[in-house]
């Protein structure tokens, strides 16, 4: 079975999370291909999809969104899942004690959700430099802004082993699922 694992990142963070959730699929015997969802060519000969980005500003990035409204057809009828990374830190609450996780879903995700049908969604810890290049206008503004910067915590908060566990039970629930009928079949 081929998966297509495609992702939009921003810093590489998320470029990380996808690469790390090729590998478990692969680790299983899948073949699976991770490449920038901007820059899928062929999509149609994927079997499954993972499809993953970066949340900035409570929006997933435009390339991955893009890539799911283009293709719903395609991937509401074949296994799919999504994910996205973005909050930091280590706080599973927030300061008025939400699930970080539940506010971190971006807003495009009822309306995807509604168009793919996904098998499953997650949430993942992104990571943050504050010493990288600014992207973007918000990030250049924010580097005017000092106390913003320090409200921001510094690091890399991917949780691998939640990483692969998601992996794993994708991959899990492709080898039990038949084989997709060849087109015309």
């Known amino acids: 079975m081929k998966v297509l694992v495609a992702y939009a990142t921003r810093h590489g963070a998320t470029a990380g999370i996808a690469e790390r959730i090729g590998e478990r699929l692969r680790s299983h015997g899948l073949e ?3 490449v ?7 999509p149609a000969r994927y079997d499954a999809y993972v499809v993953g980005a970066a949340a900035y500003m409570f929006h997933w990035l435009g390339d991955a969104t893009t890539f799911v409204r283009r293709n719903r057809e395609l991937l509401a009828g074949r296994p799919t899942w999504l994910f996205t990374s973005g909050p930091i830190g280590t706080d599973l609450v927030d300061k008025d004690g939400r699930d970080v996780m539940e506010t971190s879903i ?7 959700r509604a168009a793919v049908h996904p098998r499953g969604e997650q949430v993942f810890f ?9 992207v973007g206008m918000a990030e250049r503004l924010m580097r005017l802004m ?4 320090s409200a921001l915590p510094a690091g890399d908060f991917r949780d691998w082993p939640a990483i692969d566990a998601w992996a794993d039970a ?3 629930e492709l080898a039990a699922a038949p084989a997709r009928m060849p087109v015309g079949a």
């Open 32 to 34: 699976a291909d991770v």
């Open 36 to 42: 920038p969802a901007g820059s899928v060519k062929d």
């Open 106 to 112: 971006p807003r495009e995700f009822p309306e995807l």
């Open 126 to 134: 992104g990571a943050w430099d504050p010493t990288a290049p600014p």
């Open 146 to 149: 000092p106390a913003a910067r």
């Open 170 to 172: 994708i991959a899990a």
